[in-house]
């Protein structure tokens, strides 16, 4: 049972467009929503983190948009640049809980 | 030097060997994990800690073992391992109440 599923599973984007990573979840006590990024031989870094009291939230050239009536949160990278090329991916986790559980991955890769 | 630290880096073993992969944090948070990451599957939960001495299943515990005994020390041990553990394997730390993972290097293991 895949309880965080994320489309698309690779992205190309040309240099200063816009990259957008969507992510579905079903279980509704999921209340923390963090976007990682992985680059190459590296591990995941925290990018981006979001709770469902708000519906937006924005980080430089990233930002995060939920939507919880649909269960649906999405990753929005604005003028994507080449070193925005990597793997992203969504979690979630439960209240109380530290276990996150991942999407499956989404491998952007930006063009100059 | 502080942070998470993996070891070995890379490692080939053969089938039916027993292996341990090594995992240091130098924060003292009290909960660790261990994910692999294999293509098309994203990041999956093997073990997790809450503190010393207290670990957990995750989702793919079968062939692992694991240990806390010092809060800083997650030790990873496939007992018999087998060509389906081939992976890339990340340690994971958070602190309590928040589930901001720092994670490690990784170490890429073949078995062979």
């Known amino acids: 049972q895949q309880q965080v599923k994320q489309s698309p599973q690779s992205l190309i984007v040309q240099k200063g467009g816009i990259s957008i990573i969507n992510c579905a979840y079903e279980n509704t006590a999921f209340d923390y929503f963090p976007w990682y990024q992985q680059f190459p031989g590296k591990g995941p870094a925290l990018l981006i983190a979001i709770r469902p009291d708000v519906s937006e939230k924005k980080e430089g050239r990233f930002t995060i948009s939920f939507n919880k009536s649909a269960k649906q949160f999405s990753l929005h990278i604005m003028d994507s640049q080449p070193g925005d090329s990597a793997t992203y991916f969504c979690?979630?986790?439960?209240?109380?809980?530290?276990?996150?559980?991942f999407g499956k991955g989404t491998k952007l890769t930006v063009n100059p | 030097d502080a942070g998470i630290t993996q070891s070995p880096r890379y490692k080939i073993t053969e089938t039916g060997r027993q292996v341990t992969l090594m995992c240091h944090q130098t924060?003292?948070?009290?909960?660790m994990f261990w994910y692999r990451q294999d293509l098309g599957h994203g990041l999956r939960l093997i073990y997790y800690?809450?503190?010393?001495?207290?670990?957990d299943k995750g989702e793919v515990p079968d062939g692992y073992v694991v240990s806390r005994s010092k809060t800083e020390n997650f030790p990873l041990t496939l007992e018999s391992a087998t060509r389906s553990q081939t992976s890339v394997y990340f340690c994971?730390?958070?602190?309590?109440?928040?589930?901001?993972?720092?994670f490690g290097s990784g170490t890429r293991l073949t078995v062979v």
């Open positions: 924060w003292s948070h009290s909960y």
């Open positions: 800690s809450a503190a010393a001495d207290i670990t």
């Open positions: 979690a979630a986790s439960k209240g109380g809980s530290e276990k996150l559980v």
């Open positions: 994971a730390s958070s602190e309590w109440g928040t589930a901001g993972y720092t």
